[in-house]
Nanobody, 123 residues
Framework: QVQLVESGGGLVQADTSLRVSCVAS????????MGWFRQAPGKERDFVAA????????LYADSVKGRFTISADKAKSTVYLQMSSLKPEDTAIYYC????????????????WGQGTQVTVSS
């Protein structure tokens, strides 16, 4: 079993940056790919980015490509999502989760969800 705890969310202005973190604990973490999803009020939970613990592969949603960067620190068991050029439409609860399905952007392929961290971008 894997436990995930997100942190780092907050209220920021548009065109600024914010970094959220996800600390993972549990056995055999290295077998998982780590992903970030987000869910805005009244909307589906959508894929944002994913990465391997070695950092040799990553995947992004088109909506964040070029603005967000996912990274992983295996020694700290922590995955980061650096968000730049934030827009009001990036406002959502950001969740991290695990998958063993390479290249998947589908929520159904992810498990071990954290509790989420709220990111609010004001215009």
């Amino acid at each position: 079993q894997v436990q995930l705890v997100e942190s780092g969310g907050g209220l920021v202005q548009a065109d600024t940056s914010l970094r959220v973190s996800c600390v993972a604990s549990g056995r055999t973490l290295s077998r998982y790919i780590m992903g970030w999803f987000r869910q805005a009020p009244g909307k589906e939970r959508d894929f944002v980015a994913a990465i391997t613990w070695r950092g040799d592969w990553s995947l992004y949603a088109d909506s964040v490509k070029g603005r967000f960067t996912i990274s992983a620190d295996k020694a700290k068991s922590t995955v980061y999502l650096q968000m730049s050029s934030l827009k009001p439409e990036d406002t959502a609860i950001y969740y991290c989760a695990t998958t063993i399905s390479a290249s998947s952007k589908h929520r159904r392929d992810y498990n071990n969800w954290g509790q989420g961290t709220q990111v609010t971008v004001s215009s």
